[in-house]
């Protein structure tokens, strides 16, 4: 089946920093990834769809500046929480679709937890 | 907006079947259901979906009313690890957004 990795799984940072997250599609090639959070005992929310080659587009309320987003391969996606702060603290998972066009399918990946102190 | 209507909770015994309903009665005639399922701390899984006619593959079922209003996702021997939030998602595949819209799901619960 299709897979999908982040990296870290978990990381811990001081207020202030930025911290880069990974999203690679080991097995197959993604045109569009998307990233989602997902807060303790609650859903998950979509922060952004990610393009390769173009920019990303964000939902409402998720401020692009501060989440930044690279998808420069159909591989790898990248999020960046730029000048991380406390309430920044979740669980960050991003999915991949693959680029075969009759494929809708979104695939998971294992998901990052990120705790900001 | 919510699309789908599932019950928050269920509990199913080893080995029994769990059914998991899902509603979703102003369905447009191009979305699809589909069904993924999260395990704790980890990422959703995909599970199955179908249009209007029934599914079935290794993990699952999906049963799709005529009406396709709604719609039932069947394991058919669960298992102490199908414990799990199950999500009842519908999508149009049609158009670029592609979205995910998830929905609060179903915690199933599966005991000894």
């Known amino acids: 089946g299709a897979v999908v990795s982040q990296h870290p799984s978990r990381v811990i940072c001081k207020s202030g920093t930025s911290v880069k997250i990974e999203c690679r599609s080991l097995?197959?090639?993604?045109?569009?990834m998307f990233w989602y959070r997902q807060f303790p005992k609650k859903s998950l929310m979509l922060m952004a769809t990610?393009?390769?080659?173009?920019?990303?587009?964000?939902e409402q309320g998720v401020e692009k500046d501060k989440f930044l987003i690279n998808h420069a391969s159909l591989t790898l996606s990248t999020l960046t929480v730029t000048s991380a702060h406390p309430e920044d603290s979740s669980f960050y998972i991003c999915?991949?679709?693959?680029?075969?066009?009759?494929?809708?399918?979104?695939?998971f990946g294992p998901g990052t937890r990120l705790l900001v102190l | 907006d919510a699309k789908t209507t599932q019950p928050p909770s269920m509990d199913c015994a080893e080995g029994r079947a769990a059914n998991l309903p899902c509603n979703h009665s102003?369905?447009?005639?191009?979305?699809?259901v589909y069904w993924y399922r999260q395990i704790h701390s980890q990422g959703p899984q995909y599970i199955i979906h179908g249009l209007k006619n029934n599914e079935t593959n290794e993990m699952a079922s999906l049963i799709i009313t005529e009406d396709r209003k709604s719609s039932t996702l069947i394991l058919p021997h669960a298992t102490l690890r199908d414990t799990a939030v199950y999500y009842c998602?519908?999508?149009?595949?049609?158009?670029?957004?592609?979205?995910?819209?998830f929905g609060t799901g179903t915690r199933l619960q599966v005991t000894l």
């Open positions: 998602i519908v999508r149009d595949h049609t158009g670029t957004a592609s979205k995910l819209t």
């Open positions: 102003t369905i447009s005639g191009n979305e699809y």
């Open positions: 999915s991949a679709r693959p680029a075969i066009s009759y494929q809708e399918t979104q695939y």
């Open positions: 097995d197959f090639q993604a045109t569009t």
């Open positions: 990610s393009n390769e080659g173009s920019k990303a587009t964000y």
